[in-house]
């Protein structure tokens, strides 16, 4: 795999900066990349050295069983404006990226995972955005170069998202992104959330932008598991009530115990009555589980799994789920 640097001139490219901040902080994200990480460290160090600007680079390191550690040392041992973090074990994206800003300052930072493969020059139009005046950049993989299938289902859950959301992004789960520190200060995230960062900034007020990024030929993570699909579709789930209904869970639980409560009453009221009037007995008819069942357990389902969601959300910054092995700066 060959990566071609930018073709900007290297005075428009340090006209970027504008000094609207004081330092720049790349957080690349590996996992079992131990292959791709000489040609990727390479481009990255001659993308940065050529920008009279102050910057760090943080590898985090998620738990991998492959040499990338071991790589990441020397790197780390070899320049003084390199720092790599090794977690533990894998405990994902939104575990690296808050280990990462506990560790690290910058007034803008830029994150991408090693596992979307692309191409580090053009990680500085996400920073050109930024200067525009926007809060948090996405990257845009174009063209696509992994499965059909992660294709199709990014495809999918970009236009839900957008469609609920108001948002108008065509890769919102791409995995690269540039944004100022105050954003990731201001919203929270835990689990697998990360990828909706965009959703909640959006929520607060910070501006939404995206621009085109080239992804890499390679090899790329193999397409999910179906318990893989289910679980993103319940984050987009968690997302949707959480951007809508964090501070007024009422209209949200309130509607669909209405529907539930007028149910259960109505056939319980027919149960009532068709006792009450001697046409027959309701012991062990079907009709009086079901009336129980919505009047009772499927409420408290609902209401019990969306409030543990609003707690952990309300929470998240508290919440530490991960554990840092080692820090070499």
Known sequence: MSITLSKTPEKEQEAIFANSWQKLTVW??????????????????TVLQRFRYPFQLVYIDDGSTDTSWSLLKTYARDDHDIKVIK??????????MDAAMNVTDGDVIVFFTCRVGVNPADLFKLIQKLEQGYDLVVGQRSPRRDSRLNRFVSKFFNVITNRFTGLKLHDINSGVMAMRRVVLASVPFYGSLNAFLPVFAQRLGFKITETKVEQMPGRYNPSLYPRDY???LLDL???LFLRNYTKKPLHFLG???????????????????YRLLGIGGIAGKPLLLLGAILFIVGIQMISIGLLGEMIIFTHAKNIK???IEEIIE
């Open 237 to 239: 789930i968690s997302v």
């Open 230 to 232: 289910i679980r993103r």
């Open 28 to 45: 690349v994200s590996v996992h079992n990349q131990a292959k791709a990480l000489p040609e990727l460290h390479q481009t990255l160090r």
């Open 255 to 273: 509607f669909l115990g209405a529907l539930f409560t007028l149910a259960g009453a109505i056939i319980n009221l027919y149960l009532f009555v």
């Open 87 to 96: 977690m533990r074990t894998t405990f994902g994206e939104a575990s690296v």
């Open 321 to 323: 789920d991960y554990n």
